[in-house]
Each structure stands twice: as C-alpha cells, then as structure tokens.
C-alpha cells in the first residue's frame, strides 16, 4: 500500500509541477508620464535587455501594449523602460523604489505573477496601481518634471546649478522653489522663489549664479540668488509645493558626497542625457552625472536629454585636400556615436576633396573629430591653436559644437583646423607680416601691415609664437588701431635703441618677440589663420630656407608685389627679400602695391625729452623758444576743456605737457595711449616746462601707457610725470570742489603735506569728497607765480578713478587691544585695526622675508611679524613713528600684531625712557624695562645656540631669563663681567596655555648691558694680608676679600695685583662672593686647601678659597717689609685696597671696610685665633672648633653648596643642638636633636651661611651655601 501511494504521490508531483508556456500580453498606461523619442519598452529578468520588446500605441490612447510567451509559473521580474537607447540603458526603467510591487532583491523591478492561460496583464507606469487606477496625479516619473541638470561648484564665486523642462509643455515656475541646506542643516539656509509669471519652455534650462560669477556665467544665466552660496558638503533640493522633486547630496548630512570618478566639491555635474526625472534617494542620484573639472562652463545654459529629443539634421564636413597620407573612406567620431571609428562615413560625391554627411542629432552639445579608414587616421589637434573649436578635457582636445533647435550645416573644415583649408585670398584686405628680424643678441622684432584703406583694430587680432616645434607657446593682444598702410611692429625690450624707438610695443622675456629662426610665427584674425612665417608644429632644426638665406639670423622684408599673407608656407617662404643680419633699414614703415599712403612720418630730428627740459637755477628752461620733434604717448585727458590743448605725453625718458590755445594737424581729441609725433616751440608757463605744438602725426591708439612711479614728494623731477602717491588723507574737506569748479586740495600723509589739483575737465569734481586714507595717480605738475620756479608742485589725477579710497580700518591705542583672558590669550584676538607707536629696538626676525620688531604708543608696547613683502621690505629704525596696520594674536604667548602694511609717519623719535624692575610678567611685555646689580647664574650659557641664546641672571634674589638674539649685535659679544644693568624689551615664549610662563627679557644691543650703577653698591674689601705665614708644609700666605655689601658679586674678570698696582696681573675665575661672605685668596695650589683649612681648624670646604693655580696669570709674592693688595673689577676699576708698612710673621694684618690698617691679629679680638702651626687671624670669618677636631663632630655635609634641602651626618649618633645664622649674626634656623643625621629644609634667600652644631664632644662650624 504505501509503495502504491509513494507511485501516486510521484505521478501526482510530475503533473502538478509541469511547466506550460502561455501568450501575455503587457499592457501599461502612460498617463502620468511623457514618452521617449525611442518609445516605451519591456524588459529585464525573465524578459532580457532594456530594449527587449517595443511596446505600441496603436489607438494613441496612452496605452502601450506588447506580448511574450512565457512560462505559467511566473516568479521571475520584468520592468517597463521610457525610450532606452541600447540594451542595457537601465537608467531608463520605471522607478519603483520602495513601492510594494517592486522586487527589492533583484533591483526593485516588477513580479511576475503565475497563470494558466493566455493572459493579459495591466500595468501603470511607475506605480503599483493597475491600468483603471493610474492617475495624473504627482510622482517621480519618467520627463514627468522639473529636475537639476547641472551643477558647478568652481573657483572664488564661480558657481551656478541648472534646472531642466523635459516636459512636452511648457512650466510656470510659481509652484517651484529651491532649497540650499547648508552644512548637514535640516533646515534651509537660503531658499529661491521663482519670479511670479517665470515660465520654463518644454526642453528648456533654468540657470540660477552666483551674483559674482565670471562674466561668462552671468551671460547664460537667469538669474541670481543666494542659493548659490554653497560649497560641495551643502545640498540642495527643488521643490513643487510641498513635494521635493530631485535632491543634490543629502539633507541633514555635511559630506563632500562622492559622485562618479570626482564629488560636488571643485567640480561640475553635468545629468546624464539618459537620465529623465529627479530623485531624492542620493544613492542612485550620485551615479547619475558627468563630471568634469572645476571651472567648466561649457555646458551651462542647455541639457542634452532622451526625454525631448526632436532630431536636428546637421551637415559635418572636412576638406582633406591637404591630407597627405593615403586614405580610402573618412568618418566622424565621438560622442554622437560612441567614438565609433566607421559609423558615420562621409563621402565627396562632386570630387572637390570636402567629404560630408548628414547625421540626424537631438539638441544639445557634442565633442568629435574626423577619422579616416576606423581610427587609422585621426586629427590631432591644438589645445591653444585650435582653441576657437575645440575643448580640452585632461589629455584629450576635441572638436565641439552646440546643436539648437534648428537644422544646422557646419562650416568646410580644413582637417585639423578651425578654419577652411588656405585658398588664394583677394589682396589687400587683410593684415599681413610684413617684416621679420632676427638680429644679433636680442636685437629682434615683428612687423605687421595694413594693406587696406581703412583703420583696423588689432582687438581682433591675436600673434602666436609656435616654438621649437610647439613645445612652447607665446601670445600677444593689444587693442591698439592700425592706420591704413601703417605697420605695427613689436620688438624685445632689449633691443637695440634705435629699434626701440621706432617699435609700438616692446616685451620682456618671454614674449612673441623673443624667437629664433626655429620658432613659427603665426596671425590670427579671430579664429582664423591669416598669416604664417614658418610651420606651425614643426621644429625645422635650426630654421626654414627663405630665398637665398633662412629664418635664423637675417631681416625678412616682404616684397611689395605680395598683397596678403600666406598659410601654406611652401608659398609663403618665396615672398621674402632678404638681407643680412642687424638690417634695419625698413623698420618702422613698409612699401607695399596694395594702395598708396603717404608714408609715416619718420623724422631724424626726434629728440629725448630729457635732452631739453633740463632748468637753470632760478627753475628756467635751458630751452626756451627751441623748436623740437618728440615721440610720445599720451598719458592723460586734455585739461583745457576748450579749443586747444592741455595735455600730457611721455617718452622713455621724461614727460612734458602740450599746450597749445589751439587745435592743430586736425587732432581735436587727445585720448590716452594716443602715440604721436609732435613738432613745436619750448615754453614755459608758471614754472612748468611745456611744448607749444604746430604740427602733430597720429601713430596710431590704445597704447599701453606707461606705470605710475610711486612717489613720497612732488619737486621738479615729477614734473610732467605719471606718478602715484600713498596713503594720504584730506586735510580739509571743504576744499573739494562742487561740480564744474577746479580747486587745489591740501593732501597728506601725516608727515608731508601736498597740492592735489581738481581740474574741472574730469569728472571728479562734483563727486564726493574721499573719506579716511587714500592712494591718488597723475600727473606732476607746477604752479609757481615767481622766480625761482622751485615751488608750486601738484599732482593732476585725470579721473575719478584715480583716487583709490581706503576701505575703513579702526586706530586703536594699544591698551585697548593687549588685554588678555584667563589663558593669556589676547581679548582682541584677529581684530583688524590700526595702531600708531614709536619702534623700539630692532629686527628680531633676520630675515630678507620677514620682519619683526616692538612698537609703543607712550603708553604701552606692542611685538608685530609680517611676512607681506612690502612691509619686510622696511628697514627698522629705533625712533621712527609708524603707522602699522594688521590683525592682533599672538605666538607663545606674546601679544603681537600681523602687519599687512606699515608707513612711516615721523623719524628720531624719542624713546620711552627704561621703567625699573626685579621681576617679567604681563606687565613688562613689549615694556622697555631695567634691572639693576644683575650676575649671570652660570657664564656657561653665553654664546650657546645659532638663533640665540637664553641666559639666568640674578640680583641675588631674583631670577630672570635674558635672551640674547641673534640680529642683535650682542649675540657673538663677549659676555659681561661682574654685576651689570641691563635694559631690554620684555617677551614671552610660552608653549601652552594658559600663557603666563616663559617671561624674558631682550636687550637691543650692545649698549644695553652697562656697568651697573649698583658698582658703588659692590662693597668689597681686603680684610686680612697673612705675608708670612709659619707653615712650612706649603707656601701658606694668604689675603681675605670680604663682601659687606647686600648683594653678591662674582668676581669672574676680577683681579688683583701688589704694591705695583697693575690691573689684569692675577684674573679671577668665576667665583661669587656672597653678602656677609669672606673668602681666602691663597698663594698655593688648589690640591692643599683642605690642608690649609685643617691647620686653621676649620671644615674641608667651609671656606670659599681661591688657589693660585686656579687664578689667569701670577701670583704677585707679598712682602713682611710692606707691600699691598690692590683688587680691581673686569674694567680695570680699583673696587678694594690693603696697604700695610711692615708685617710680623706669623700675624696677619687687619684692614676695616674703608682700607685703613687696623693692625696686627690679636688672638681672641674681631674673631682671630691661633692656628696649628701658630699663625693668627681669622680666615673666612669663621670661629674655629674649640676642645675637639670638628670630624669629631660632623663627618660630613652633602650637598653644599645646596638649593635648600641638605643633610649633615654626625661622627656618630649623639644629642646636638643646631643653628643656622646669616653671616651678619641673624637666626634663620634652630633644632635640637639626638641621632646620627640630621636634615635641614633651608627656606632662605640665596647667600652664605653659618651652621654651628654644639655637642658634649665639641662645636662644629661649616659655612652652608645656599644658590
């Protein structure tokens, strides 16, 4: 039985899962969505490519239909797509993102469902609705609506975004809005409403800028709004109503969203055409764009698009009659056909070399070129030649054109030009390189002639240098008009004199002008070729052969017989006369059989204007009434106003006004750039030198004039000068004029005060007067009523533009600007102002780059950096007054100003006098302060470091850093000596805040560092002579300096002689002597101190001794028959003095503070005692240890000298009592104690004092040092 059921159960699955094939017929309504030019079709999983099954709409009734066979079972996808161009043009299918009907896990396409029967299935375009349900009503869909077509995010405020119509109608915008979210913000920033009444014709863009845009944008633009105040991490959305249409990045989001191979920063985004509706999913959106560079602007003002494609016919030909290599077919290629190399074949039906075709192309912009035989041959093209028809993109330079909405024939190609191929022109009707010199060194130049009748404009016109076979190019432009027959030439500003004076134009390397003979030469005229002197591309070697020479090395003079100019070059290289090199003959004019012209006045009387404007004493002209020919070009308006001239013109050496009561040679309206000849008479008129014109030759017009001078006063050698003053301000307004009057106006700088003349014939007058501080071009002129002419001077400026007004910029007093918060920042910080102090010190920057120095207002100072090229070019000077303007920071905790520009107001100054202190904070930074009795803590440190070098100096007390710079001129110095003032800058160098360490001080220089006036506070004296000692061990004579001043003085430099008084003869080492402190100069070497010590029972290293081998130079023997010890500082100064008359052996000799003898040592009197070996006196001012030897006491003292924290070890443990005193007797110190060590925790100034330990074994005394 279950065998029977297992047959049943088999049979029944056989048949229950066989697959039957049924006819289904597909059926979508397109109501709601506007059909492709390619038609709708059906596609996509079980169905295939994107273009599988053309659907029809038979009746027109908005429903397209189709059918497949296809299996019962259903399961697998299908998709509808809007006007696909090829197999897998999937960007065309119907969006069903998120709908229930779509298929999430196989691209969100359409289910089959399973059937029995030949079917038909319903469908609506886009939704989930069937064909009764589809409505009008809004949804993403297919050219349905308004969506973003481009979008540029360029340099500065080159920006701009596109909206598109790919509707069949057109679009009111009222309903529309953009919103630009700026930074991740969920709310807009900015948003556009569309002008009421603004319509979007079907097929048509929208372009909203950016106000600022490059010109170019703001000509295809429609308008212009804040919207565009974004940056690629900003997204934009468009909305109808309250539906958003199509999203660029994503809201809520600060991202520079990737899109393609770039992102939305630095680049534009052009839609792909295929792309037909907007989206606000950016997943799919950021796939849906061309990118290209930033500032690619080609695109704007049209899309190309499949949802409106209405074929334009357009006609590409090529003329290949100078196509040397052997072809059979020729094509064109690119992007109207996929770059194929053989789908659009061009054919020359009547056999005259242009081949064309016809091509059926939708509106919108193409890149091509022409091939032949598939790719075989192609056009290479110029990026800068062939500018005027192609784009660049990266390596690639193509052919470009835009298709409109009309049949369009496009011009006869010559294959790789812009232009048609070069045929026999018509003489005389177009501008022609008429002469060609390639001289000696940089003796070159270029001529071009106008062989027609009338004036040209060289606007139009652009000379190419193609170099070295076009590794290199040069261009030159100029707007300047060229008189019928007249030659335009152009020479290297190098070149000889006489060149120079005939050229129009002459150039600085690199230039057109600087060629060899293996550099081509080219005319252009727009886009057009019109003129070629060797061939372009094509390095030669060394030159082109020219008649009976070459290129290189030889003057080219065009013959006269030739009425145009040649592109074809085989014909153009036998249309030369030519001579030898540095032939200059010709220049300047041409012979030509075009037309007949009078040739141009060429006169070898024209003179330098400096040859004769030169004054004798009294300001006369040496050349009065002297009749003169000048070159010159016009350099500003006429300031007569009336029938004549008053007018000004340089040559290259010096200007000159022309002034004439009236109008001569029919030149009745001088204009600047104007270049001209002119003949008249020297005169002189209030000072002013003038020439009186009667005859003058127009050259030619628009001329570049020559650069304003910049000026800091008005005398004779800016008479008649186009020159420039900075950074001055009115001194009385009420001196401007009102309209139709002239006036002089006072003007300064805070320094000087000058004549600025408003002449009435400019359109200044009448204008507002400037506010705050400007900058004013013109010319110098003189108005002076009486001899000598030395006074009266002023400056014209011609119009309104010449006065450059300042933008405001706040003058703060620096104690408003140097508070600083709790971290020591400045309260001020990035505030732009202006601050006017006295320099204080010098260049601390030592840079050709860089400046850096200290300013003070009188009140408080202030550090200042620039690196802005104007103002590192100041050369600092203690006292100068400077206006110095900037932003406030600060580095390291130093308040400083970051000057962008500086000017000198006032020069010798004095400067703050020094404010006396002990300490550096906050309030000595940028102060000019001093401190009094300094010594260097460790000399060491001197001369340590290329930038510089930090030092500790001290008072005794104190402790500071001075920094010593390398730009000033202590750095390499030798060090100081001894106790010294110093005067110095106060900074800070802090690391991290808050700011309030790292406190220095920066002396100036040199004079800085002085002896201090303290010097009569360094109380020194010799105290005890021992000349004859009784120790027979070593040579134990020794003297005792005292220090019974307040300070410490370090006797490095110090030294001392005998009765012989010579300063320098024994130099101290460094060695300080503390207040309160005597130490032992002893006449033997340093390996028998402690022995010294111990016969005068005293503790190895109590006493502070100076040995004689530690001492620079002898040790002066001292006599028991009188003798004395002088004891001079690092200058030479006497600071001490022991004179004695005889001396008892055994006995030192006793001296008080003043000098004065007191007599021999007395045991038990001012602290003298007998020594072991039975010498007396008192060594170092100590009391020695009475009843034991001090070992028995104290085994030893570690550290000493100490910062503070020490530690005495006894013999042994015992009971002791401790005191520690200064040297003048004062308590700073008691304990008592039982044990074996003892630490001390000494909290006292810097200095030498007395420890005495009294114990049942004895008193122990040991001098403590304390730094």
């Not at 569309?194 to 319509?199: L, Y």
């Not at 805070?750 to 507002?768: A, E, P, Y």
């Not at 111990?1094 to 002898?1114: F, H, M, P, R």
């Not at 028959?1121 to 052996?1145: H, I, K, P, Q, R």
Request: charged letters at 15%; one cysteine or more.
């Amino acid at each position: 039985m279950k065998k029977y059921l297992s047959i049943v159960l088999v049979c029944l699955s056989y048949f229950g899962f066989a697959q039957t094939n049924y006819v289904v017929t597909f059926k979508v309504n397109t109501a709601n969505i506007t059909v492709g030019s390619n038609g709708l079709y059906l596609g996509g999983g079980v169905i295939g490519g994107a273009n599988a099954i053309q659907l029809t709409d038979a009746d027109g009734n908005g429903v397209y239909e189709g059918t497949d066979t296809l299996s019962g079972a259903g399961g697998g996808n299908f998709i509808f797509l809007n006007s696909p161009s090829w197999s897998g043009d999937w960007g065309t299918k119907e969006n069903l993102t998120g709908l229930a009907c779509a298929d999430a896990s196989n691209y969100n396409d359409r289910i089959l469902p399973s059937f029995t029967q030949d079917t038909t299935l319903m469908f609506c375009f886009g939704t989930c609705a069937t064909d009764t349900l589809c409505t009008t009503t809004y949804s993403p869909s297919s050219c349905g609506d308004l969506f973003f077509s481009e979008y540029a995010e360029g340099s500065s405020n080159n920006k701009y975004f596109e909206i598109y119509n790919p509707t069949a109608g057109s679009i009111n915008l009222s309903d529309y809005e953009v919103h630009l979210f700026s930074n991740g913000g969920t709310t807009a920033s900015q948003v556009l409403d569309f002008p009421s009444g603004t319509i979007l014709a079907s097929g048509d863009v929208y372009v909203v800028s950016n106000s600022s845009s490059d010109t170019s944008i703001l000509a295809f633009a429609d308008t212009s709004s804040t919207t565009t105040y974004f940056n690629g991490n900003d997204a934009l959305a468009l909305l109808k109503n309250t539906d958003t249409l199509d999203i660029l990045g994503e809201v809520g989001v600060s991202s520079y969203w990737t899109v393609g191979s770039g992102s939305m920063s630095n680049n534009t985004l052009v839609r792909k055409s295929n792309i037909d509706m907007g989206t606000t999913d950016w997943t799919q959106s950021s796939s849906q764009w061309d990118v290209y560079p930033s500032d690619t602007w080609t695109y704007g003002g049209t899309h190309s698009s499949n949802c409106i494609v209405t074929p334009k016919n357009v006609t590409f030909q090529v003329d290949m009659s100078y196509v040397t290599a052997s072809f059979t077919n020729v094509y064109v290629s690119g992007t109207l056909n996929n770059w194929s190399g053989n789908s659009n074949q061009l054919t020359d039906a009547d056999g005259d070399g242009v081949y064309e075709a016809d091509i059926n192309l939708a509106a919108g912009n193409y890149e091509f070129k022409f091939t032949y035989d598939n790719w075989v041959g192609q056009e290479s093209l110029d990026p800068t030649l062939d500018s005027a028809c192609t784009l660049t993109t990266g390596a690639f330079t193509n052919r470009y054109i835009t298709i409109g909405a009309s049949d369009t024939t496009l011009p006869v190609y010559c294959w790789e030009e812009c232009v048609s191929c070069a045929t026999t022109t018509t003489g005389c009707t177009e501008l022609f390189f008429s002469e060609y010199s390639e001289g000696s060194s940089n003796n070159k130049y270029i001529e071009i002639y106008n062989p027609t009748a009338n004036a040209v404009s060289l606007s139009n016109y652009t000379v190419y240098q193609s170099g070295n076979g076009g590794s290199f190019t040069n261009t030159f432009t100029t707007n300047a008009t060229l008189a019928s027959g007249d030659v335009y030439m152009i020479a290297t500003n190098q070149a000889d004199a006489s060149i120079q004076a005939v050229a129009d134009t002459v150039l600085a390397f690199p230039s057109i002008a600087h060629f060899n003979g293996d550099d081509a030469m080219i005319l252009v005229s727009g886009t057009d070729t019109v003129d070629v002197i060797g061939v372009p591309g094509v390095d030669p070697g060394s030159s082109w052969t020219v008649g009976t020479g070459s290129t290189a090395n030889h003057t080219l003079v065009r013959m006269a017989s030739i009425g145009a100019g040649s592109t074809d070059w085989t014909t153009g290289a036998t249309e030369w006369d030519v001579y030898a090199q540095n032939t200059w003959t010709y220049m300047g004019a041409h012979t030509s059989n075009c037309i007949y012209v009078a040739p141009a006045p060429t006169f070898d009387s024209v003179v330098a204007i400096n040859t004769f404007n030169s004054n004798d004493a009294n300001g006369v002209a040496d050349s009065l009434g002297a009749m003169k020919w000048i070159k010159v070009i016009v350099t500003s308006i006429d300031f007569d106003g009336n029938a004549g001239y008053s007018f000004y013109g340089e040559d290259a050496t010096d200007g000159i006004n022309i002034y004439n009561f009236a109008d001569q040679s029919g030149y009745t309206a001088p204009m600047m750039g104007d270049s001209l000849y002119i003949h008249g008479e020297v005169e002189q008129f209030r000072g002013l030198t003038e020439l009186k014109p009667d005859s003058i030759y127009v050259l030619n017009s628009g001329n570049a004039l020559p650069a304003a001078s910049v000026e800091t006063t008005l005398d004779e050698t800016t008479e008649s000068e186009l020159i420039k003053l900075i950074g001055f301000t009115l001194v009385d307004a009420t001196q401007w004029p009102a309209a139709g009057s002239s006036a002089n106006v006072d003007i300064t700088n805070g320094t000087d005060t000058m004549t600025m003349r408003i002449d009435s014939d400019t359109d200044i007058d009448g204008s507002t007067a400037p506010a705050g501080t400007f900058d004013v071009t013109g010319i110098g002129s003189q108005y002076d009523s009486s001899s000598p002419y030395d006074e009266g001077y002023q400056i014209f400026p011609r119009q309104l533009t010449d006065i450059f007004v300042y933008p405001f910029i706040p003058t703060y007093t620096i104690d408003q600007v140097d508070n600083t918060d709790a971290d020591g920042v400045p309260d001020s910080l990035n505030v732009y102002c202006k601050v006017v102090g006295v320099v204080h010190g010098v260049d601390m920057q030592g840079s050709a780059t860089a400046v850096s120095f200290t300013v003070h207002d009188g009140t408080e100072g202030l550090g200042t950096y620039s690196s802005v090229a104007t103002v590192a070019s100041y050369v600092v000077t203690e006292g100068d007054e400077v206006r110095i303007v900037g932003s406030i920071g600060h580095f390291n905790g130093l308040l400083q100003m970051y000057v962008d520009s500086v000017t000198v107001l006032s020069t010798g100054n004095a400067t703050q006098t020094p404010t006396v202190v002990t300490a550096l904070g906050e309030s000595t930074e940028s102060e000019l302060v001093k401190f009094e009795n300094m010594t260097m803590v460790d000399p060491t440190q001197w001369g340590s470091g290329s930038s510089g070098y930090n030092i500790d100096i001290t008072n005794g007390t104190d402790t500071i850093v001075m920094r010593i710079d390398a730009d000033v001129d202590l750095y390499g110095a030798p060090a100081p000596t001894g106790m010294f003032d110093v005067v110095g800058i106060g900074g800070q160098y802090d690391f991290s805040a808050p700011h309030f360490d790292g406190y220095q001080l920066l002396p100036r220089y040199q004079a800085d560092i002085m002896t201090s006036t303290g010097v009569a506070a360094v109380k020194l004296a010799v105290s005890e002579i021992m000349a004859g000692s009784n120790s027979t061990a070593y040579n134990a004579d020794w003297f005792e300096i005292y220090n019974y001043g307040d300070s410490a003085v370090d006797l490095s430099g110090y030294s001392w002689d005998d009765e012989s008084e010579i300063a320098g003869t024994s130099t101290f080492p460094s060695v300080t002597v503390q207040p309160g402190q005597a130490i032992v100069v002893l006449d033997d070497v340093a390996a028998n101190k402690d022995a010294f010590l111990a016969e005068w029972k005293l503790y190895a290293g109590s006493v502070t001794i100076v040995a004689n081998d530690e001492l620079t130079g002898s040790f002066p023997s001292l006599s028991q028959n009188g003798d004395a010890v002088f004891l001079y500082d690092a200058n030479g100064a006497e600071m001490a003095s022991g004179v004695y008359t005889a001396a008892t052996a055994g006995f030192a000799v006793e001296f008080d503070t003043t000098g004065t003898f007191t007599g021999d040592a007395v045991d038990g009197t001012n602290g003298a005692y007998t020594s072991l070996e039975g010498d007396v006196g008192s060594p170092g001012n100590l009391t020695p240890n009475t009843g034991v030897d001090e070992a028995a006491v104290i085994a030893n003292i570690y550290p000493n000298p100490t910062t503070g924290s020490f530690t005495v070890n006894f013999a042994s443990a015992m009971s002791y009592q401790a005191t520690i005193t200064t040297m003048t007797g004062a308590t700073v110190f008691q304990k008592e104690g039982t044990g074996a060590i003892l630490n001390i925790d000494l909290n006292a100034a810097r200095g030498t004092y007395v420890l005495r330990v009294r114990t049942a074994q004895g008193t122990a005394v040991q001098m403590i040092v304390l730094q």
